[in-house]
């Protein structure tokens, strides 16, 4: 099993640009969460889906912000536009109901 | 919404030493978790345990729900458990998203 892939692992780029990370869960794992941490606020639930349906997006901190998934095996997380308080890691998990979560190695985001 | 606590914030160790991290929480639970964040950043899933007590080698863990606190142990400290150690809880039974700590930051000296 290769785990959770997010991709890309680095991104840098300027303010007012689009940003999308992509996210590929494990196999047979039903529900897929994105996750944001920086020093000051830690780890913060953003979005989470339940068979490819998104159930609580509350964590999602603009409009700038959204996330899609297509199918069981991707998902989005898109920033339009980017602003350099967005800059942090970003971290998607998957998981099949009833166990623990599994994450992937995270996409570090700068915005300049 | 539901409140997290670790303790301690940072712990130092020699090699070799046991050490304990708690985890209180401010509402019921049926979903708590700790995790292992490396120095390179990846996150490890320890333990899915909203309750009871489960071992996995030198680390074990125990929740009472009831009292709304679990505990971490780590025992025989190597350099290679330095990190950070977050506990995660959520109400949604496995299928929700989760609230986590602030961490315990470990170091282990050689």
């Known amino acids: 099993d290769a785990g959770v892939i997010q991709s890309p692992r680095h991104e840098v780029t300027e303010m007012g640009q689009e940003v999308t990370l992509r996210c590929k869960p494990i196999?047979?794992?039903?529900?897929l969460f994105w996750y944001r941490q920086t020093m000051m606020r830690g780890l913060e639930l953003l979005i989470y889906?339940?068979?490819?349906?998104?159930?609580?997006d509350s964590g999602m901190p603009e409009d700038r912000f959204s996330a899609k998934m297509p199918n069981a095996s991707f998902s989005t997380l898109k920033i339009q536009p980017s602003e350099p308080r967005d800059s942090a890691v970003y971290f998607c998990?998957?998981?099949?109901?009833?166990?623990?979560?599994?994450f992937g190695s995270g996409t570090r985001l700068t915005v300049v | 919404g539901i409140q997290v606590e670790q303790s301690p914030p940072d712990l130092i160790l020699q090699e070799g030493a046991n050490s304990t991290l708690r985890c209180n929480f401010s509402?019921?639970?049926?979903?708590l978790q700790w995790f292992h964040q490396n120095p390179w950043g990846q996150l490890i899933n320890l333990f899915y345990?909203?309750?009871g007590t489960k071992q996995n080698g030198r680390l074990s863990a125990t929740t009472v729900a009831t009292e709304r606190y679990s505990l971490l142990y780590i025992s025989s400290s190597q350099t290679t458990d330095s990190g950070v150690y977050f506990c995660?809880?959520?109400?949604?039974?496995?299928?929700?998203?989760?609230?986590f700590g602030k961490g315990t930051h470990l170091i282990i000296q050689p």
């Open positions: 345990i909203p309750s």
């Open positions: 889906f339940n068979n490819n349906v998104p159930i609580d």
């Open positions: 509402d019921s639970v049926n979903n």
């Open positions: 995660a809880v959520g109400t949604g039974g496995g299928a929700d998203g989760l609230t």
């Open positions: 196999s047979g794992h039903n529900s």
């Open positions: 998990a998957s998981n099949r109901q009833g166990g623990g979560y599994t």
